[in-house]
């Protein structure tokens, strides 16, 4: 039987060249047609720790990373060790390794599965023995072995490596080639896996640079932030283009300044965002309110990772959902976005953008690591820069003595003017205040004026909720189904995933992906939710973070929870076989997952004096 997917593993230390191995196979896979998914889980220190790039590639559309591996590049003798347990059970599948310095046990292995070893040394005599080669001569020996194309892989060495010098790409070129024909010299293809691209070239994106290239297409022309993992990519790819497009790019002193001095340019009548971690998004906290209260648009995106505190700065996790919610002291409307895939994360950015200056408040964009480091291919036809962008209510002088900046209107939402412009002159402060801007607290309090002031802005959320209700919720597969999966951002692509095998098993299942959860789309909710027969409700946190919200907003409890915190995203095989055991009568309400693949022994450090 042919299988039109592989799952390969590039296993080593910060440092031994496991991620430049990854976008050079990621290149070739997209640009030939395949479609791809990665992820990589790794440590925070800059050399060393233990690093696993994990992707899968086929000839049809994949929606997570894989699970156990066709092929492993195993650039030491960790990678070996700590994953020979997942190596898959089937002819020819196995590791890739430098036998000069990796040693692989046969015995260890599953029936079938090799250990394709590479004299490194003998292999690079004629380039100088560099160990760095390796990783290249690994790559060229497992095109060979999945039969990718060798013309496209060249292109993809070359643009890797001739970003330094024209020499050097040739070199890499050199010893890849010298890994391929070794390895057709002595191994033979995995005849049952067939790859087969269609031939045309596809993007390669995190959400990240999709958030990135949104805010570009929406008409932000200011970004200031300070570098935090895993938000630093968006600044990353803003930086060296900032001119080309006419974006500000700001790397300030701190996320203090980061979000203050957008909130200042969005006040100037510019379109700004910031963008941070956890930490650092609770820095901005206050800020947040000041653009409630002064009803200044800004948009912050907020990349979740392991916490609290710096927690795990590497790793993924659902768990900022309440930080987000909750920013700031007291009340003020506010919009919390949720993209659920890379191209949707283009479009949430845009949509952010326009909620923001329409509605006059902050807006949060709730990413997280796996969501907006992992790499995968889409469809060209999935961005465009023709994206409507709606600047809200602006007036344009002169102005007369009647304008109000915060003139209670039905919608809530007044009139806004940018500096300069004659006769729109107001106080923008951080207290309560009048219509005029006047405020209301320093000499005496004004109960009535308090009372109209918070009510015009509550107001714009009733527009807001009406507005994108029909965008707030995902679904997918039968209107009537025996199983409903529901979960919110990163993890739609997982549970399309699931709903997709169980279909195939002939179980009835719809699957309910939540892309805005603020304001909550309750009615859609209760609607979809008093339907369902059987529900399981799916987050990457400990405590259940989204199901308490939405038993906050309707009043439904989820009976079934499948949770995970151990800074890893779901692996496709456990999640499906929790799944399926939930819905075994007297399953039980929570089940937790861990990845104990990555299980990796702790190394004490000795202290001396």
């Known amino acids: 039987m042919q299988i039109k997917s592989a799952t390969v593993w590039i296993g080593g230390a910060a440092g031994d060249g496991v991620a430049s191995t990854g976008d050079i196979l990621a290149k ?28 899968q590639t086929s000839s049809e559309p994949v929606y997570t990373h894989g699970d156990n591996f066709d092929l492993m590049i195993a650039l030491n003798q960790e990678s070996v060790d ?40 003998d292999l690079t005599a004629e380039f100088g023995r560099n160990p760095v080669m390796q990783n290249t001569l690994a790559s060229g020996a497992s095109v060979f072995l999945l039969q990718l194309p060798w013309d496209v892989f060249e292109k993809a060495v070359r643009d890797q490596f001739g970003k330094k010098k024209a020499e050097i790409a040739d070199l890499n070129v050199k010893v890849a080639r010298k890994g391929f024909e070794y390895a057709e010299s002595k191994f033979q293809p995995i005849k049952d896996i067939v790859l087969k691209g269609d031939g045309q070239a ?47 790019m700001k790397q300030c002193e701190d996320e203090i300044a980061s979000i203050n001095m957008a909130i200042g340019a969005g006040f100037s009548g510019t379109r700004a965002m910031t963008g941070t971690s956890g930490g650092g998004f609770a820095l901005m906290t206050e800020a ?35 930080q987000a919610l909750g920013a700031g002291q007291g009340e003020y409307p506010k919009a919390i976005l949720t993209p659920i895939s ?37 469809e060209t036809s999935s961005l465009t820069n023709k994206v409507s962008i709606d600047r809200g209510e602006v007036q344009a002088g002169p102005l007369g003595a009647e304008y109000k900046r915060y003139a209670d209107t039905p919608s809530g939402i007044s009139p806004r003017v940018y500096p300069g ?77 699931i709903r997709l095998a169980l279909e195939k098993e002939g179980v009835k299942v719809n699957h309910l992906q939540f892309r805005i959860v603020w304001p909550f789309p309750s009615e859609m909710a209760l609607k979809e939710l008093k339907a369902a027969k059987n529900v399981v409700l799916v987050e990457n946190n400990y405590s259940g ?51 104990d693949e990555l299980d990796i022994p702790i190394k004490r450090v000795a202290v001396t004096a």
Not at 36 to 45: D, M
Not at 90 to 104: E, H, L, T
Not at 296 to 318: F, H
Not at 574 to 583: I, N, Q, R, T
Request: with cysteine.
């Open 28 to 55: 070739t896979c997209s640009r030939s047609g395949l479609h791809y998914f990665a992820q990589s889980s790794y440590q925070s220190v800059i050399r060393g720790g233990h690093v696993v790039y994990q992707f």
């Open 82 to 121: 700590y994953h020979v347990k997942s190596v898959q059970k089937a002819a020819g599948r196995g590791f890739i390794f430098n036998s000069d310095k990796v040693k692989v046990d046969p015995a260890v292995l599953p029936a079938g599965t090799l250990a394709y070893g590479l004299p490194v040394g």
């Open 202 to 248: 596809r993007m390669l994106m995190g959400a990240n640079q999709a958030i990135a290239l949104g805010a570009v297409a929406g008409g932000c022309t200011f970004y200031s932030a300070y570098p935090m993992t895993p938000a630093s990519a968006i600044m990353h790819w803003l930086a060296p283009r900032s001119a080309k497009y006419g974006v500000v």
């Open 288 to 322: 947040m309110g000041l653009s409630g209260i002064t009803e200044i648009p800004v948009v912050a995106v907020l990349v979740q990772r392991g916490g609290p505190s710096t927690g795990l700065p590497t790793k993924t996790e659902q768990g900022d959902l309440f």
């Open 342 to 378: 890379v191209e949707d994360a283009f479009h949430s950015t845009v949509q952010s953008l326009n909620i923001a200056e329409k509605y006059q408040m902050p807006v949060m964009l709730l990413s997280d690591l796996l969501l907006s480091e992992h790499l995968e291919t889409l």
């Open 421 to 497: 412009v004659e006769g729109g002159q107001h106080v923008a402060a951080s207290d309560e205040h009048d219509e005029d801007g006047c405020l209301v607290s320093d000499i005496f309090t004004n109960p009535s004026t308090r009372v109209k002031m918070v009510k015009k802005r509550f107001r714009k959320m009733d527009g807001l909720a009406k507005e994108v209700a029909s965008q707030s919720i995902v679904k997918e597969g039968p209107a009537q189904a025996d199983l409903t999966l529901v979960g919110w951002g990163s993890t739609y692509k997982t549970l399309k995933n």
């Open 545 to 595: 973070l989204f199901a308490k919200l939405l038993r906050q907003e309707t009043g439904i409890a989820i009976p079934h929870h499948i949770r995970k915190f151990d800074g890893e995203p779901f692996y496709f095989a456990p999640l499906l076989e929790k799944v399926k055991g939930l819905l075994k009568p007297g399953g039980p309400e929570v089940q937790y997952l861990v990845t």
